[in-house]
T-cell receptor, first 109, second 117 residues
Framework: AQRVTQPEKLLSVFKGAPVELKCNYSYSGSPELFWYVQYSRQRLQLLLRHISRESIKGFTADLNKGETSFHLKKPFAQEEDSAMYYCALGQGGSEKLVFGKGTKLTVNP | DVKVTQSSRYLVKRTGEKVFLECVQDMDHENMFWYRQDPGLGLRLIYFSYDVKMKEKGDIPEGYSVSREKKERFSLILESASTNQTSMYLC????????????????FGDGTRLSIL
């Protein structure tokens, strides 16, 4: 079964420190992976997707098919990065996404 | 910019009532989705529609039904509301797959926080 695991419910770092939000997936086909972010009192929005291979707000994520991972990284965290982050898996042949349970990131001053 | 509008931000209903949650998108998207968002459980798909009058059950469809009579509107119906349906409900839409890409990004509404008393 398709599954997305985000092992950390909560993650707390200090401003300027590197941050890595982990995402592992289980899927036998060719995955399409996304990171979504929800800032306080805002709607859930797309942060980045693996096929774009771009950096958004300083965040990057690399698909590692060998480790079935799609970890989200930022070298220097900012306070405005504090939010809920969800990793999502798209499955070929279906237009649905499977979401992880989310990681709440807090960046302390 | 894609706009997904959910009719109510907050809603309070009583056990046993029939509850309608409405969602409208303005980007002519083929796909529309209803999710529940609960702390510690993430987003769980209730129902999905890929075309007018077409629907597909998600992971937790029990106690819910949906209606899609027009392309831009997707309604979630709680047939007989129960307290365990108290939750945040999110609507999303996406364009159809194409160009070798199976999953287009989903665009979300602000959510409806539903309380069943």
């Amino acid at each position: 079964a398709q599954r997305v695991t985000q092992p950390e419910k909560l993650l707390s770092v200090f401003k300027g420190a590197p941050v890595e939000l982990k995402c592992n997936y289980s899927y036998s086909g060719s995955p399409e992976l996304f990171w979504y972010v929800q800032y306080s009192r805002q709607r859930l929005q797309l942060l980045l997707r693996h096929i774009s291979r771009e950096s958004i707000k300083g965040f990057t994520a690399d698909l590692n098919k060998g480790e079935t991972s799609f970890h989200l990284k930022k070298p220097f965290a900012q306070e405005e990065d504090s939010a809920m982050y969800y990793c999502a898996l798209g499955q070929g042949g279906s237009e649905k996404l499977v979401f992880g349970k989310g990681t709440k990131l807090t960046v302390n001053p | 910019d894609v706009k997904v509008t959910q009719s109510s931000r907050y809603l309070v209903k009583r056990t046993g009532e029939k509850v309608f949650l409405e969602c409208v998108q303005d980007m002519d998207h083929e796909n529309m989705f209803w999710y529940r968002q609960d702390p510690g459980l993430g987003l769980r798909l209730i129902y999905f529609s890929y075309d007018v009058k077409m629907k597909e059950k998600g992971d937790i469809p029990e106690g819910y039904s949906v209606s899609r009579e027009k392309k831009e509107r997707f309604s979630l119906i709680l047939e007989s509301a129960s307290t365990n349906q108290t939750s945040m409900y999110l609507c999303a839409s996406s364009s159809a797959a194409g160009g070798g890409i199976s999953n287009q990004p989903q665009h979300f509404g602000d959510g409806t926080r539903l309380s069943i008393l």
